[in-house]
């Protein structure tokens, strides 16, 4: 009987940890979601607001019209090829730890640590955005260059904890468990639909 409580105990308080966590990454995942959507809503009202804008004045805002619709094109199909990746590994499972622990890294990596054909294929739309970018910044302005520069330069060099110099994925996947990539992929969308925003509010300032 005495021998029994500690054992109960401790079933217990290990059920409530591993609650807390499941609850806990849930909560951090949802957040991330719900801001996702919250972004899209905003992103499409104000690419309508300025569709309407643009008819009438046509001929002032025809550039800055085609650049919009690039952004939101090349925009869209980094963040929806991430939707499809989340899709298929299936976030839930992620969640609740029903999968193998390394298979979201075999997914986006090789064994040897290079990029699998999924990673290589999320590289090329990142550094579409990331060209386009550049090409759609037709003021210069310095803060969408340095989001630009922070956020989808594949090119660009990093460091590491221990200050080992590491690539734009490693650095980008530094948490390789199913939930670190699952939530970093979340970020990168993030990423992108707050740099669509950045530059909405630029051209609608205008």
Not at 74 to 79: D, G, L, P
Not at 83 to 93: G, L, Y
Not at 163 to 179: A, G, I, Q
Not at 190 to 195: A, C, I, L, N, Y
């Amino acid at each position: 009987m005495y021998l029994r409580f500690p054992l109960v105990v401790f079933l217990l308080l290990s059920f409530v940890v591993d609650a807390q966590y499941n609850f806990s990454s849930n909560t951090a995942h949802l957040s991330i979601i719900q801001s996702i959507q919250v972004s899209n809503d905003v992103i499409k009202a104000r690419t309508l607001e300025f569709e309407k804008k643009a008819e009438n004045k046509p001929l002032m805002f025809l550039d800055l019209k085609q650049k919009m619709s690039e952004l939101n094109r090349v925009s869209n199909s980094v963040s929806d090829y991430i939707d499809a990746v989340q899709k298929e590994v299936e976030s839930e499972r992620v969640l609740y730890e029903l999968i193998e622990d390394d298979f979201y890294e075999n997914l986006m990596f090789t064994a040897d640590g290079a990029l699998s054909d999924k990673g290589l294929i999320l590289k090329v739309k990142v550094d579409s955005l990331f060209q386009l970018t550049k090409e759609i910044n037709i003021h210069n302005l310095t803060h969408l260059d340095e989001f630009a520069n922070i956020h989808f330069n594949t090119n660009e060099e990093y460091y590491d904890a221990q200050e080992n110099k590491v690539d734009y994925f490693e650095h980008l996947f530094y948490d390789k468990t199913n939930y670190g990539i699952m939530m970093m992929m979340n970020y990168l969308m993030m990423d992108v639909k707050t740099f669509q925003l950045l530059y909405f509010g630029t051209i609608m300032s205008y």
